[in-house]
């Protein structure tokens, strides 16, 4: 960075602080991750000057032969990897593709179904400070306060109680797998759109471990900086059908030119999740994940559902003197990077919550394994009982802060890139 560091020394400074946080802190946040290398490069290249309105072949602008190969290489891989008949790879960001799969279907004033909330959906499923909640009427489903999964019942009831026109399924804070399935033929019954967004989970889902939702959505949304390793933005799948109508959404309805050097990322990212390689960060993503499970829950931590299929899980502390917002700090105090969550039947604001998401995403990219989350656990839930201790606070920090020195950030090999 020799040309930011003389051109604004102030920016760099912070760039050069993040990163060094980044190296030195145990980055357990369940939508974050590490990309590699090349993935950064490509979002650093003078792809970032051209602008490419409209799709490849189709442009409101000239110069665009470089633009139309990487987004069409984008494009090609998403659909082979996720085996869907069409790909838009422009959407800026999840809730930007979620946008347009709305804005396909749906009027202001249509009736949509969606998770609630505080049950691990999405603001973007229906949240009433979010534009779906405030252009829809909404009607969301939650999970059974027995177990914590979807209460499928409820589901089916919701739905032909309000006769949605579009039924959302996903979530950003669910440990188990959806059932995708169950979710369509519901909404095949009810003459209903079906949208997955697939955001936390499509890593898991391109890597093979995690159920496919593509033969069962009409439209699968999705952001590629999750489990999927690449750089934050979002993309849209869909059924032939619906190409042309997704493309007009996206381009021109809900944006403007698309981010180019962005695009090539993705393409890149795209290449490393058809890699062999993918299959088995996959694999551990979620090995690392029910062991950190199994682990707290040794502890007597309580876990949402009592346990993870997937990349995170979702720490319950209803019912307890400590909030959401006091374990997260005290846990950052100790080099461990979470966030406060709200959990079924909460009882706090979203600012203070009773519980805690954690993932394994990003640990498992920087090539931490299973004897890794054992430790971590046993520290997590050790701050969990001693919050307060200072000393503790110290002594795990100083641990935390060796563990990241044997796992450094940017030391993994290249990965195979394939076409
Ligand atoms: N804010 C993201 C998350 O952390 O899950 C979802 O968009």
Not at 246 to 254: A, G, N, Q, S
Not at 310 to 317: E, G, I, K, M, S
Not at 324 to 337: F, H, M, N, P, S
């Amino acid at each position: 960075m020799i040309h930011l560091e003389k051109a604004d020394p102030r920016v760099h400074r912070a760039v050069l602080g993040e990163e060094a946080r980044q190296r030195g802190q145990l980055e357990m946040i369940a939508s974050e991750n590490f990309v590699s290398e090349a993935v950064r490069e490509a979002m650093g290249t003078v792809l970032t000057h051209k602008y490419a309105e409209g799709v490849p072949g189709r442009r409101y602008y000239g110069g665009c032969e470089f633009a139309d190969a990487v987004e069409d290489l984008a494009r090609t891989r998403a659909k082979r990897l996720f085996g869907a008949a069409h790909a838009n790879v422009q959407p800026h960001s999840g809730a930007q593709a979620n946008m347009a799969a709305y804005f396909g279907f749906l009027d202001p004033g249509d009736t949509i179904v969606g998770m609630n909330l505080s049950h691990g959906g999405h603001l973007t499923h229906g949240s009433p400070v979010n534009f779906s909640g405030r252009l829809f009427r909404v009607a969301a489903y939650g999970v059974r306060s027995s177990d914590g999964l979807v209460d499928f019942d409820l589901v089916r009831d919701t739905v032909r109680r309000v006769r949605p026109k579009l039924i959302m399924t996903g979530a950003s804070a669910y440990p188990r797998i959806l059932d995708f399935a169950a979710f369509g033929e519901i909404a095949r019954e009810a003459g209903a759109v079906h949208v997955v967004d697939l955001a936390h989970v499509a890593g898991l889902v391109a890597a093979g471990v995690h159920p496919s939702p593509v033969p069962h959505a009409d439209i699968v949304t999705t952001t590629t900086h999750k489990t999927l390793r690449g750089p934050r933005g979002g993309l849209v799948l869909c059924r032939a059908e619906h190409a042309r109508l997704i493309d007009r959404m996206v381009f021109p309805f809900t944006q403007g030119g698309p981010l180019m050097h962005v695009i090539a990322a993705k393409a890149v990212a795209l290449g490393e999740a058809l890699s062999p390689n993918f299959r088995d960060y996959g694999r551990a993503v979620v090995a690392n994940a029910r062991t950190l499970a199994g682990t707290l829950m040794e502890r007597g931590v309580k876990l949402v559902s009592g346990g993870t299929d997937t990349h995170l899980v979702l720490v319950d502390l209803l019912g307890r003197d400590l909030t959401g917002k006091d374990a997260e700090q005290a846990l950052e105090r100790a080099g461990i990077t979470v966030n406060k969550n709200t959990v079924p039947g909460e009882t706090r604001s979203p600012f203070v919550t009773s519980g805690l998401r954690i993932g394994t995403p990003a640990l498992t990219s920087r090539g931490m394994g299973e004897a890794e989350m054992r430790r971590i656990g046993g520290w997590i839930a050790d701050i969990l009982e001693r919050p307060g201790d200072e000393g503790l606070g110290e002594e795990i920090r100083r641990r935390t802060t060796e563990l990241c020195s044997r796992f450094p950030l940017f030391a993994a090999p290249p990965r195979a890139s394939s076409a």
